[in-house]
């Protein structure tokens, strides 16, 4: 028995034979056809794993309000080395940036994971079609799904933010076919489907600079 608990209790040694891996705290051990001793990582589901997978749409939605704010604040920086704002950052259009941003992240996830499963070949033509899917639906969905949320937070009547709508529509949607069909490309053809929206997301970080300025520049 003694023996037993001084065994026990002694510090374990590895024979050069033996791999330990440190990225998990969960391991167990494995004697190996020489009796020398095996620490075998248990598998286990990293972050990002977890984020791709079981949290994409979380992960999809977070990321676009998120990036929405950056682009924002991006634009506001802009705006106030120029003069146009008296204030350097607007809390409140942060805000409300980031709601819009947020409602924006299911109707990506769930589109472009329609598209996916529609053509999931990998192939110079589906990402072609998947451009064009992109730019007569998605493009004017989401112009519509920016501005009337954003006139709606900032309490102008719907049929002012339909207005604004009609003003500023035209230079945003031509403005969408000189940007996206490049990047959607490179989207479609390279990246797996599950990073088609957070690499839509980063774009978009970019091209909220041209959208912010333009929702809160008077065309009038």
């Not at 990002?48 to 950056?70: C, H, P, Q, R």
């Not at 499963?117 to 969905?141: H, Y």
Request: net charge positive; charged share 20%.
């Amino acid at each position: 028995m003694l023996c037993r608990k001084l065994i026990t209790s002694a510090p374990r040694r590895f024979l050069p034979g033996s791999i330990l891996v440190l990225r998990s705290a969960k391991t167990k051990v494995v004697p190996n056809l020489h009796g020398e001793t095996k620490v075998v990582e248990q598998k286990k589901a990293t972050l990002v794993s977890k984020f791709f997978g079981k949290y994409l749409l979380l992960t999809n939605t977070v990321s676009s309000g998120l990036l929405m704010i950056a682009g924002d604040v991006i634009c506001q920086e802009i705006e106030f080395r120029r003069g146009e704002l008296k204030e350097r950052y607007d809390v409140k259009r942060i805000w409300q940036m980031f709601l819009v941003g947020s409602l924006q992240g299911p109707m990506h996830h769930y589109f472009y994971g329609w598209l996916a499963r529609m053509m999931p070949q990998a192939t110079v033509k589906n990402a072609m079609k998947k451009i064009l899917w992109d730019q007569f639906i998605m493009s004017p969905a989401c112009i519509l799904m920016f501005f009337y949320p954003a006139c709606l937070l900032e309490k102008k009547p719907f049929s002012e933010a339909t207005q604004e709508i009609k003003d500023k529509f035209l230079t945003v949607y031509v403005t969408d076919w000189c940007v996206w069909p490049a990047a959607q490309f490179i989207n479609f053809y390279y990246l797996p489907a599950k990073y088609n929206v957070i690499f839509v997301n980063f774009c978009t970080m970019l091209y909220n600079v041209f959208l912010s300025h333009i929702k809160h520049k008077d065309f009038h």
